[in-house]
């Protein structure tokens, strides 16, 4: 079953019933076919073209004040960390290699975090919280254009905001400047090319969960996205169940699935879904998911009087509200990487595959590796 987009914007009920299957599953199916979107994979296969010099002089992959932005390859794949800026352009800008480039990326941000606002809307909903709870430690209310950096250690060029008045020597001596400031969520735009691959299907990025509230997909016309079902504990391909539409070259439908901030927050009630990147014919695969994440300055604030809890004070007693009140949002993401640095380290060796999990451990709730075997949260004493 998929929902339609037109649906969740429109009624609660619909929200409520994505968010409980979301909450079963792990994933869901998102038709957005009444929503025109420009042809990202031709986009992009002529972004990924370009020469490696070009694409790094477009933007090299870089950390800008906490947040990765830029072209890279590694092991698996090539791939575009984009992310918008306070001028509300997305970065790095490909323009000057496809003239669609900043169109396509734009509408790409704009259709998913409708999608993605809708379902963590329906997850409060089911949890009877304020609609705004979740939502409100991301930067989708503000549609990624966050305010201005004020300062930075060293001169930033590329983020710098200088006017055409401003002398460049002059405001890099006097320290006269402001930056962009780049949003908390991701748009990662990757390629997999498993054409000299003689065995298939071969896995092209191990199973693995997000660092994100949800992650959403757009269906590819080489499927790939696998994802561990949590209700038949089976690997499904929603890119198989839901496929590409090549007779108009639209992609109609998108995948949504729980991260591992969602995990937390909810104290498990909406596990992190295990995925992987499987090549199945020897093809390029082109994918962007959108990766939603939170604002490290904020708070989680489940009892801030400004929320009204359809579930009434009592709500906030529920086994599902963690104790983590105060707690700027930039903590549990550095708790999350130093794990995850540690879960590689120790595992890196293992023919099995390991995965962050938060379960109850007695009375406290903490992070831990687990091998990828089962549905079954927690794992076993004997795990």
């Known amino acids: 079953m998929a929902f339609v987009l037109r649906d969740l914007e429109d009624n609660e009920q619909v929200r409520r019933a994505a968010a409980s299957t979301l909450q079963r599953k792990g994933w869901i199916a998102v038709d957005i076919s009444h929503i025109s979107v420009p042809d990202w994979q031709r986009c992009f296969a002529d972004v990924f073209r370009a020469s490696a010099d070009a694409k790094e002089a477009a933007g090299k992959y870089r950390n800008s004040h906490g947040v990765c932005v830029g072209y890279k390859q590694d092991d698996h794949r090539e791939f575009l960390e984009c992310h918008r800026?306070?001028?509300?352009?997305?970065?790095?800008?490909?323009?000057?290699?496809?003239?669609?480039?900043?169109?396509?990326?734009?509408?790409?941000?704009?259709?998913?975090?409708?999608?993605?606002?809708?379902?963590?809307?329906?997850?409060?909903?089911?949890?009877?919280?304020?609609?705004?709870?979740?939502?409100?430690?991301?930067?989708?209310?503000?549609?990624?254009?966050?305010?201005?950096?004020?300062?930075?250690?060293?001169?930033?060029?590329?983020?710098?905001?200088?006017?055409?008045?401003?002398?460049?020597?002059?405001?890099?001596?006097?320290?006269?400047?402001?930056?962009?400031a780049l949003s908390a969520s991701v748009l990662r735009v990757c390629i997999y090319d498993g054409r000299d691959d003689t065995d298939h299907p071969k896995t092209m990025f191990g199973a693995h969960t997000d660092t994100s509230f949800l992650t959403l997909g757009?269906?590819?016309?080489?499927?790939?996205?696998?994802?561990?079902?949590?209700?038949?504990?089976?690997?499904?391909?929603?890119?198989?169940?839901?496929?590409?539409?090549?007779?108009?070259?639209?992609?109609?439908?998108?995948?949504?699935?729980?991260?591992?901030?969602?995990?937390?927050?909810?104290?498990?009630?909406?596990?992190?879904?295990?995925?992987?990147?499987?090549?199945?014919?020897?093809?390029?695969?082109?994918?962007?998911?959108?990766?939603?994440?939170?604002?490290?300055?904020?708070?989680?604030?489940?009892?801030?009087?400004?929320?009204?809890?359809?579930?009434?004070?009592?709500?906030?007693?529920?086994?599902?509200?963690?104790?983590?009140?105060?707690?700027?949002?930039?903590?549990?993401?550095?708790?999350?990487?130093?794990?995850r640095s540690k879960c590689f380290r120790a595992h890196e060796e293992d023919e099995a595959e390991w995965v962050l999990a938060a379960y109850p451990d007695e009375a406290e709730w903490v992070l831990a590796a687990y091998p990828v075997r089962s549905k079954h949260f927690p794992p076993s004493a004997s795990s």
């Open 85 to 180: 800026r306070t001028d509300g352009i997305v970065s790095p800008d490909y323009t000057s290699v496809v003239d669609s480039y900043q169109t396509t990326v734009q509408s790409l941000y704009d259709v998913q975090s409708r999608v993605a606002t809708c379902v963590l809307q329906g997850i409060a909903a089911v949890l009877e919280l304020d609609q705004h709870v979740f939502l409100d430690l991301t930067d989708l209310p503000e549609r990624g254009i966050l305010p201005p950096i004020e300062t930075k250690k060293s001169f930033d060029a590329e983020f710098a905001m200088i006017s055409t008045d401003d002398h460049h020597s002059d405001v890099i001596a006097s320290g006269r400047h402001r930056y962009q």
């Open 218 to 339: 757009m269906t590819s016309s080489t499927p790939g996205l696998e994802i561990l079902d949590l209700e038949t504990d089976e690997w499904i391909c929603p890119e198989q169940l839901f496929p590409f539409d090549t007779t108009t070259d639209q992609p109609h439908m998108l995948t949504v699935f729980t991260g591992e901030f969602l995990q937390i927050l909810t104290k498990q009630h909406f596990p992190a879904a295990i995925h992987r990147v499987t090549a199945f014919t020897p093809a390029v695969r082109y994918s962007c998911p959108f990766i939603i994440r939170g604002r490290d300055e904020r708070l989680v604030s489940f009892h801030d009087a400004k929320y009204v809890h359809p579930g009434g004070p009592a709500v906030l007693t529920r086994d599902y509200i963690p104790d983590l009140d105060e707690t700027p949002f930039g903590t549990i993401h550095k708790l999350l990487d130093m794990k």
